[in-house]
């Protein structure tokens, strides 16, 4: 058996894969099993942010492998505080509590949430808001999170305690906050929910609505964060600070990890045994995350990150087929009128590996991409919707 065959024998079908068994990679390129290349602008879902096999980051990651691999959370972990230093440092948040993937680090955000709340104000005060169009992950608590319809089917009963309101509206969202209200949670930019970039008016009156009611903000930068959109955190481009913000897929650089950074008054929220993840913070996936951040977290590095965004963009509006163009640093939705997943497979067929957004193809391309694999991609892209057109 192949490895399709393999695959679709014993792996359960959770995933439409595309017809493509990837073997090896390289910066912004890799490598099928029969040796084609590929450029790639989807970086795992964002995952390998400095691309394919970064040398300083396998440097990193395989001499942490060979010096101590794992140990439980009941010592102290020199890669995990120098790594929860940095995050701190660079958000202006006060403490970190790790896990293991995006929806693990909201599932950590909501409990904060919940248990401030507690604490301060009794049980009754527990609903948390999230936007409609969002995505928050796919655990039960997580699922039930996500303002889409589709995510809530088939796996009852779900958790209680979301309510829903609709994005860029904020008199939705008073009208919906109740005493009951103790967390708003969302994405400034909706990344599986269409590449949506919320206005930024919004997002500062729904700061202000907040903090005067000590309703907690959640910011979820598992897709945004980690120089995605040009500063280390998407929210740092709409003057807020969250209270709560949760980081995961590109902050490992390819290793799974996910945190949840709180602000300053919940710092003692979680005390012993309120929260514990076996995996978390294992010390070769921080190894990898302290030099990711080492890398992006950088003026000079984060400023090209967004002037390789401006001429991926300008490039794209060049496409007679391409509709629109939503974009923030190196996160890039495209407007086709062609179906996306259609156009996102013959991509893959011609040698570029993109991913949708709803109606949308979705470029998350490497953060190190270089100026000819962009101009690359940008040929693959208008030569497929040539032909499909
Ligand atoms: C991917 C994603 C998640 C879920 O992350 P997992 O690591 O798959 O659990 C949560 N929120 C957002 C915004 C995401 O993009």
């Known amino acids: 058996m192949n490895t ?15 017809d493509v068994a990837l073997k090896s990679g390289k910066g912004a390129v890799a490598f099928d099993e029969n ?30 492998a060979g010096t101590i691999q794992h140990m439980s959370n009941y010592f102290y972990s020199e890669q995990a505080s120098n790594l929860a230093e940095k995050l701190c440092k660079f958000t202006g948040m ?14 950590i955000a909501i409990k904060i949430a919940r248990k401030y709340s507690f604490d301060k104000y009794g049980a009754d005060r527990n609903e948390i808001i999230t936007l409609r169009d969002s995505f928050h992950g796919r655990t039960v608590t997580t699922l039930s999170a996500t303002g889409q319809d589709v995510f809530h089917n ?14 860029n509206d904020i008199d939705a969202l008073k009208d919906a906050v109740s005493d009951k209200t103790c967390a708003v949670m969302f994405e400034v930019i909706q990344g599986e929910g269409g590449v949506n970039i919320l206005d930024k008016d919004y997002v500062k009156q729904l ?11 959640i910011c979820d ?39 949840c950074l709180c602000a ?17 913070a294992n010390p070769v996936v921080c190894a990898g995350a302290n030099y990711v951040v080492d890398t992006v977290a950088d003026e000079k590095f984060l400023s090209s990150v967004e002037e390789k965004g401006e001429y991926l963009e300008a490039k794209l509006r060049q496409i007679k087929e ?62 497929t919707l040539k032909e499909i057109d």
Not at 37 to 46: C, E, F, K, N, T
Not at 154 to 167: I, M, N
Not at 338 to 357: F, Q, R, W
């Open 322 to 383: 391409v509709k629109n163009v939503r974009r923030m640093g190196l996160m890039v939705g495209i407007e086709i009128e062609a179906d996306a997943h259609d156009a996102a497979a013959k991509c893959v067929e011609n040698g570029l590996l993109i991913i949708t957004a709803k109606k949308l193809l979705r470029m998350l391309p490497p953060l190190t991409i270089t100026q000819a694999e962009l101009d690359e991609a940008v040929q693959i892209l208008k030569k």
């Open 94 to 107: 006060s403490k970190v509590c790790f896990g293991n993937s995006g929806a693990e680090a909201n599932e």
């Open 35 to 64: 040796g084609k290349r590929y450029i790639d602008v989807s970086s795992g879902i964002g995952v390998n942010s400095l691309g394919y096999c970064d040398e300083g980051w396998v440097k990193a990651v395989s001499a942490q």
């Open 154 to 167: 088939f796996f009852f009963p779900f958790t209680d305690g979301f309510k829903f309101v609709t994005a």
């Open 207 to 217: 700061a202000e609505f907040c903090a005067e009611r000590d309703i907690l903000m």
């Open 264 to 280: 300053d008054k919940l710092g003692d929220v979680m005390g012993i045994s309120s929260h514990g993840s076996t995996f978390g």
């Open 4 to 18: 399709k065959e393999k695959d679709l024998k014993y792996i359960m079908h959770t995933y439409g894969r595309y």
């Open 221 to 259: 930068e598992v897709q945004t964060g980690i120089g995605r959109t040009g500063k280390f955190y998407a929210f740092q481009n709409f003057e807020i600070l969250p209270d709560l913000v949760t980081s995961a897929k590109g902050l490992g650089g390819g290793l799974p990890i996910g945190v």
